[in-house]
């Protein structure tokens, strides 16, 4: 009976899940306040970074590639994700990601194929939001977000993302 309770407690514990009928800036709400109480106490980066790509994959519609880029040494190296295998290392102002950590700033690509220099993982995907995760002001990692459908993502995905970023800056 002890067992089952617990095995009970931990399904309610990670069972979060997107309102289908909410509006698009409350699933962000709903997924930055999931984000947060999943890092809640928990000092592992690894950890947090991958249930914060998980709880990207369950909130977020048609993405094929969702996670983390970290910054180590001058470099981004891949981190947690979900989707296909990812090239490992990303230099500095190379590719969507590589422009972001470098700029500070949001790249939200409406179309991977007109952008300079964009790094093909994975040949679905058709347009990318990369968010850096700023850390007293300085770039620690990226979100990387990719979908196969073309302009996939507007404004209120990366003010979404960067909430998201903002929310779990400490934790990982
Ligand atoms: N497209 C990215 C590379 C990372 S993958 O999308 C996972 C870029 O151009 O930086």
Sequence with gaps: MRQLHLQLTLAAMYDFAPDPDAPRPEVYDDLVGA??????????????MANVAALIWQFLPEL???????????????GPFIGKPACIRIALGSGVCGTAAATG???????????????ACDAASQSELVVPVLRDGVVIAVIDLDSPVTGRFDAVDAAGIE???AAISQAV
Excluded: T
Excluded at 105 to 111: G, K, L, M, T, Y
């Design 64 to 78: 094929n590639w969702a996670g983390f880029y970290r910054m180590l040494e001058g470099e981004l190296v891949l």
């Design 163 to 165: 909430a998201l970023a």
């Design 105 to 119: 700033q949001s790249q939200c690509v409406a179309d991977v194929h007109a952008f300079p220099g964009h790094i």
């Design 35 to 48: 984000a947060k109480a999943l890092v809640s106490g928990e000092p592992d980066p690894v950890a947090n």
